[in-house]
C-alpha cells in the first residue's frame, strides 16, 4: 500500500495561473479531505468528499475547486493562482468520517508570486 | 463550531524527561474525537492518539498517553521518556458530530528536546 500520495511536492506559480493538485489513495477509503497549512499555523480544511460524486465545503473554499470521479483520487484545483494561496496542501482520507485515523499525504509546497 | 486551542507556542524539554503538551477545545456536541498528531520537520503528518469523548479511560499508545478531563475541555498530550526525535510540532485536533468540518486543528506546539 502507498496510501496517500500527492504530486508535485513543490511548485511555484505566477498570479493567475491555474493548477491541479493530485491526490491518491489506495485505502479504498470512502472520506478525503483537502487541509492548507499556512505557516505557523495549523491545518484548514479546503474541501472535502464522502465518497465517489459528492464533495462538500470545508472552512476556506475560496480559491478551490474539487472532483472525486473515482474512490481513489480526489485533486483539487486552484484557477486564478494568488499570493494568499501559498500555503502547504495536505492531502488525507479516512474509512469512515466517525473518530477514524486520519491518513495524510505528504503535502505540496505550493508558492504563489 | 468546534475549537481547539494550544497555549503553548514552543516547548523545551531534557531527554529522557516527561513533557505534558495543552490542549483545551470548545464544542456544544456530547459526542466527539480528540486527535493529537506529530509534524516533523519533514512536514508529513503523522497520528499519535485518539480519545473519544465517552472513553471512561485515557488514551495510550506506547510513550503517549491522553491525559483527558472532560468537565475542563482539556486533552493534555503527555510524552513520557522524551527522545530527540520527538522534536516537532504536535497539533491537537477534534472531530464531532455535525459534519460539517470533519476534522478542526489547533495552531500547534512547536517540541524541542534538548540532549
Known amino acids: 500500500n502507498a496510501g496517500v500520495t500527492q504530486t508535485p511536492k513543490f511548485r511555484i506559480l505566477k498570479i493567475g495561473q491555474s493548477m491541479t493538485l493530485q491526490c491518491t489513495q489506495d485505502?479504498?477509503?470512502?472520506?478525503m479531505y483537502w487541509y492548507r497549512q499556512d505557516p505557523g499555523m495549523g491545518l484548514k480544511l479546503i474541501y472535502y468528499s464522502v465518497g465517489a460524486g459528492i464533495t462538500d465545503k470545508g472552512e476556506v473554499p475560496n480559491g478551490y475547486n474539487v472532483s472525486r470521479s473515482t474512490t481513489e483520487d480526489f485533486p483539487l484545483r486552484l484557477e486564478l493562482a494568488a499570493p494568499s494561496q501559498t500555503s502547504v496542501y495536505f492531502c488525507?482520507?479516512?474509512?469512515?468520517?466517525?473518530?477514524?485515523?486520519?491518513?495524510f499525504g505528504p503535502g505540496t509546497r505550493l508558492t504563489v508570486l | 463550531a468546534q475549537k481547539i486551542t494550544q497555549t503553548q507556542p514552543g516547548m523545551f524539554v531534557q531527554e529522557k524527561e516527561a513533557v505534558t503538551l495543552d490542549c483545551t477545545y470548545d464544542?456544544?456536541?456530547?459526542?466527539?474525537?480528540l486527535f493529537w498528531y506529530k509534524q516533523p520537520s519533514s512536514g508529513e503528518m503523522i497520528f499519535l492518539i485518539y480519545?473519544?469523548?465517552?472513553?471512561?479511560q485515557n488514551a495510550t499508545e506506547g510513550r503517549y498517553s491522553l491525559n483527558f478531563q472532560k468537565a475542563r475541555k482539556s486533552a493534555n498530550l503527555v510524552i513520557s521518556a522524551s527522545q530527540l526525535g520527538d522534536s516537532a510540532m504536535y497539533f491537537c485536533?477534534?472531530?464531532?458530530?455535525?459534519?460539517?468540518?470533519?476534522?478542526?486543528f489547533g495552531k500547534g506546539t512547536r517540541l524541542s528536546v534538548i540532549a
Open positions: 485505502m479504498n477509503h470512502n472520506y
Open positions: 485536533a477534534m472531530m464531532d458530530a455535525s459534519g460539517n468540518t470533519p476534522l478542526v
Open positions: 464544542t456544544s456536541d456530547q459526542s466527539y474525537g
Open positions: 488525507a482520507s479516512s474509512l469512515t468520517r466517525d473518530y477514524n485515523e486520519q491518513f
Open positions: 480519545q473519544g469523548s465517552y472513553d471512561e
